[in-house]
């Protein structure tokens, strides 16, 4: 079984500043792989970064880095230098190759 | 490229009708997903295609939904009849089969049901 757990249903962040959003997460599988997934207004869901659980390193993607706490079962993305385009719907996955779960989303606001 | 194309992107029916959704995945994706996402809620999975076959429907309410990816590449899913908590937004996806679970979206089909 997996279950995925986001903890912040809203967030707010000043254009520019970083910001942190939390997941937790539960699984029996001993490889599998954890995802950011950001969906803006328009509803088209894209990858932001993605974490191999077997890799220590954590993943960065320009703006974009995860803590990756693998004992802790922890996967939070931060996001620095904040842009207003970075306001959307965050939403953390993970799950097999063939099977995600996905957490309840955390909603971005970014203000001038 | 073109992306995951979805249709239609909203629909409004009654209670008790049919309602039909169509996607098409990004060329040469052979894993082909429809989930449901219901408001304020995250994605959850319906049916899984590997080619036209469906490996994963565990989810998939079969007394009502049904859904088909005849030639392993567009598909279908259907609602009959539909009931007031079937209003959602149905998300196709698609990927490469092996590519580590990155899943590519389509803008999704907004279901009213009155």
């Known amino acids: 079984a997996q279950t995925v757990t986001q903890s912040q249903p809203e967030m707010s962040v000043q254009e520019a500043e970083t910001v942190t959003l939390s997941c937790t997460y539960d699984?029996?599988?001993?490889?599998?792989?954890l995802f950011w997934y950001k969906q803006p207004p328009s509803r088209q869901m894209i990858l932001v970064i993605r974490?191999?659980?077997?890799?220590?390193q954590n993943a960065t993607e320009n703006r974009f880095s995860v803590n990756f706490q693998k004992a802790a079962k922890s996967f939070s993305l931060k996001i620095s230098d904040s842009q207003l385009g970075d306001a959307a719907m965050y939403f953390c996955?993970?799950?097999?190759?063939?099977?995600?779960?996905f957490g309840t989303g955390t909603r971005l606001q970014v203000t001038l | 490229e073109a992306g995951v194309v979805q249709s239609p992107r909203y629909k409004i029916i009654e209670k008790k009708q049919p309602v039909a959704f169509w996607c098409n995945p990004i060329?040469?994706?052979?894993?082909l997903y429809w989930y449901l996402q219901n408001l304020g809620q995250g994605p959850e999975l319906l049916i899984r295609y590997e080619n036209e076959e469906a490996v994963d429907d565990s989810q998939l309410p079969k007394d009502r939904f049904s859904a088909e990816r005849l030639k392993g590449v567009d598909s279908t899913l259907k609602i009959q009849p539909a009931e007031l908590g079937d209003s959602a937004v149905y998300l196709c996806a698609s990927s490469l089969q092996g590519s580590a679970g990155e899943l590519f979206f389509g803008e999704g089909s907004r279901l009213t049901v009155l």
């Open positions: 996955a993970g799950g097999t190759a063939s099977k995600l779960t």
């Open positions: 699984t029996s599988e001993s490889d599998y792989y």
């Open positions: 974490q191999e659980a077997y890799k220590q």
């Open positions: 060329s040469g994706h052979n894993t």
